[in-house]
T-cell receptor, first 109, second 114 residues
Framework: QKEVEQDPGPLSVPEGAIVSLNCTYS??????FMWYRQYSRKGPELLMYTYSSGNKEDGRFTAQVDKSSKYISLFIRDSQPSDSATYLC?????????FGTGTSLTVIP | GAGVSQTPSNKVTEKGKYVELRCDPISGHTALYWYRQSLGQGPEFLIYFQGTGAADDSGLPNDRFFAVRPEGSVSTLKIQRTERGDSAVYLCASSLSPGANEQFFGPGTRLTVL
């Protein structure tokens, strides 16, 4: 079993839709939970990170962590064509970071 | 300011050859990471440097892979006797301090082994 599981999609939504991206994990030692956005042929870019269970909001993005279920989510409100990218979840124990496979998102104008 | 840079952006080599991939981290960042990303996969941890020393190299797949960071800044990932299975994008990331969750990634080096 992989440390981090993420549905690769692809996911296609109309502009303005609410997008929900999810990951599950198996290691209860994971401390921080991160979401990255990766455009084609670019390096990942950190969107948000959270530590505790609960919600964290930043503009149109909300990150949610449920440690009891080992489940994290990223919600994108009012999605835009510029949000089209691959979204990677990541989590760490100390200095080792584990990434999901990424979910490919396309927002159709 | 300047971000993480990696050179070359693309490298095509033949099976059995030796390659070096270079990473220039953000100035002042003490922690440096190398990852490998295969098509359709997330980045896979290879090695982590704190300063000049490799603090964790447990992700290196075998002894054909080696990385150095002699002056605590620029790092080079070295691959000997390349194999077709080494083809991937090699990503470098740096962070201000060890364990800092904000890693800044470079654009990667796309390695193709023919």
């Amino acid at each position: 079993q992989k440390e981090v599981e993420q549905d690769p999609g692809p996911l296609s939504v109309p502009e303005g839709a609410i997008v929900s991206l999810n990951c599950t994990y198996s290691n209860s030692a994971f401390q921080y939970f991160m979401w990255y956005r990766q455009y084609s042929r670019k390096g990942p870019e950190l969107l948000m990170y959270t530590y505790s269970s609960g919600n964290k909001e930043d503009g149109r993005f909300t990150a949610q962590v449920d440690k009891s279920s080992k489940y994290i989510s990223l919600f994108i409100r009012d999605s835009q064509p510029s949000d089209s990218a691959t979204y990677l979840c990541a989590m760490n124990t100390g200095n080792q970071f584990y990434f999901g496979t990424g979910t490919s998102l396309t927002v159709i104008p | 300011g300047a971000g993480v840079s990696q050179t070359p952006s693309n490298k095509v080599t033949e099976k059995g050859k030796y390659v070096e991939l270079r990473c220039d981290p953000i100035s002042g960042h003490t922690a440096l990471y190398w990852y490998r990303q295969s098509l359709g996969q997330g980045p896979e941890f290879l090695i982590y440097f704190q300063g000049t020393g490799a603090a964790d190299d447990s992700g290196l797949p075998n002894d054909r892979f080696f990385a150095v960071r002699p002056e605590g800044s620029v790092s080079t990932l070295k691959i000997q006797r390349t194999e077709r299975g080494d083809s991937a994008v090699y990503l470098c990331a740096s962070s201000l301090s060890p364990g800092a969750n904000e890693q800044f990634f470079g654009p990667g080096t796309r390695l193709t082994v023919l």
